[in-house]
Each structure stands twice: as C-alpha cells, then as structure tokens.
C-alpha cells in the first residue's frame, strides 16, 4: 500500500526535530509469565523444525524475565508488575495490548488495542483494568473489526522524547486505524508497510533508540519505507538479516534512557555496531520468550 503520513502535511529530514517534544518514560511495567506457552502458532518462529509448536521451560522462562525485570530496575527506571489471565498464554509480551501517551492535560494514558486474534485480545480488557487501578486514563478505537486493528507498541513506536509515532502495518495492524491514532494521541504518524511475515510487528525489526537513531533490519521494509526512514533519521543502525531473524531477534531491542540497549545475548555484529556509534549494549538471555516470538522490547510496557 505504500508509506503514508498521518497527521502532517510533508515529510523531511527535520519532521522528528519539529515535532512537539514529550518527556522520556518514567518507568515500565511487566505481566508476570504465569499461564506462557506456546500452544498454537500465531508466527513463524513458534514452530520448530518438525513444523510444531515449541516445548517452553516454565522455569527458564521465570528466571529469564526475572533477570530482565532486574536490568530496568538498575537503569534506575520504575517498574510494576501486573497480573496474569489464565487461559492468556500471550500475555507475557505486554507491549501489544495498550499504547500509552499523555493526553492533552499531561496525564498518563492508554490507548486500548484491538488485536488480530481472538485469544489475544481477550488480554486487552484485563490490562485495561490493571491500568485504571494504577491511576491511567484509558481510551478506545472504534469497534474491533479488520481495518481497526491496532496491536499498541507492537506495531506503533514513540520516538523517545518527540510526540511523533512510527507505526508498522501489514500482518496485525491495519493501516487505516493510524488516522484515529493520531488525531487521540495528537501526533503525527508515519506508517510503514512489512513485508516479511517473520517481522509481524514493527518492534520485530526496528527500534528506535533515540530521537535520531534508529536499529532496524533493511530486509523487513518496502524500498518507499526504507527511504522514509532514512529521511527521518539520521543514522540507521543495520542489523544482519542472520540477527534480526530467531534465534538472535537483534532488533527487538530497548533503549530506555537514550545511552543503554537492552538486547538478546549472541548477537555479537549487532553489539559491535551498537558501540561504535556510542551506545552500551546490555546482553541477556530471552531465548525461552523468542520460541513464541518476543524479546526485550515485547516483554515491557513503557509508562509516561
């Protein structure tokens, strides 16, 4: 379908640098891995090579969110853990369910998804809930049908600092919803269309770690979109197609205070090129999470 640009007459080089500027996130919050597995597959990389669903460690899986829990924890960042759903197996990656933003009053605020599949947007309510006892405003798109979907920060990404939003579409989120988007958050949006089915969500293949510069694999991208990124920022970290892809899942990747990347372990090109551009890679291990295709980035919910 093409880039579009919503919210905004043109796009430039200085459309990041012209927009309104918001504050960085003060803390994320978890869903505790309660109820994971893996029991149908909702993306390429939750089949092994026999073509089946893969066998998750219960235990592993708890000792690695843990670990990732702690790592935000000594950035200094808050973090809040909210409940599990039974019968939720998903809703471990609690970037998908909500998109938070501050409204025009400056409070904290969420926008509520309307997710693809039937198992997962039975999360979303829940959520919703956890959010309002912890104090967020929350708001909801038009009626759940297949051109209103939205899979919050799976698909749609704060440029840190900037009220301005790259927005993925294609396999879960429907292009068209970014026009309602922008006019609730009040911010611009460029939407780019994937075009490779192991990139589902745009946090799959681009993270965007500052207001300048982005992590992103060239192999996910329209060539149109791949231009619009490179008109929007200035450096354009390239990621392997070999790390992008599962097992090293490189750029679902986070940088939560602009310096430090929290990213999965063994992806050893994407680190080098992290520090040569004056970034502090921060390795750990998610593998146990990548077997249903998420990272770092799916596992947290940043907060304003």
């Given at each position: ?68 829990k ?34 025009q ?7 509520m ?16 809930d ?33 009220r ?57 991208f ?38 430090h ?14 520090e ?11 593998s146990e ?5 998420g ?10």
């Amino acid at each position: 379908m093409g880039r579009h640009l919503f919210g905004k007459e043109s796009l430039d080089r200085h459309s990041i640098q012209k927009a309104a500027t918001m504050p960085m996130p003060r803390g994320v919050f978890f869903v505790k891995p309660d109820y994971f597995d893996v029991d149908h597959a909702l993306n390429p990389h939750m089949l092994d090579a026999d073509g089946k669903p893969h066998k998750i460690s219960k235990s592993l899986a708890d000792e690695q969110w843990q670990a990732l829990k702690e790592v935000y924890q000594g950035l200094g960042l808050q973090t809040k853990v909210l409940a599990a759903k039974q019968g939720c197996p998903d809703m471990v990656f609690c970037a998908n369910q909500s998109f938070p933003y501050l409204d025009q009053q400056g409070r904290p605020s969420a926008l509520m998804s309307n997710m693809a599949d039937d198992t997962r947007h039975a999360e979303v309510e829940s959520i919703a809930d956890s959010l309002k006892n912890l104090g967020f405003q929350t708001s909801y798109l038009p009626e759940r049908t297949p051109t209103t979907l939205l899979e919050g920060m799976g698909d749609a990404l704060w440029v840190p600092g900037k009220r301005f939003i790259c927005g993925g579409y294609g396999f879960r989120t429907h292009a068209s919803i970014y026009e309602s988007v922008s006019r609730l958050v009040d911010a611009p949006i460029l939407a780019l269309e994937l075009k490779n089915p192991k990139f589902y969500h745009l946090d799959t293949c681009l993270s965007i770690l500052n207001e300048t510069t982005i992590l992103a694999c060239r192999e996910a991208f329209q060539d149109s979109d791949w231009q619009a990124l490179e008109t929007v920022f200035d450096q354009i970290i390239m990621v392997p197609l070999v790390e992008a892809d599962s097992p090293g899942f490189a750029c679902n990747a986070h940088c939560p205070d602009g310096k430090h990347v929290i990213l999965q372990q063994g992806n050893p090109e994407t680190e080098r090129l992290l520090e040569l551009a004056g970034f502090t890679p921060i390795p750990l291990d998610t593998s146990e999470f990548i077997k249903s295709g998420g990272s770092v980035f799916c596992m947290k919910q940043i907060y304003f």
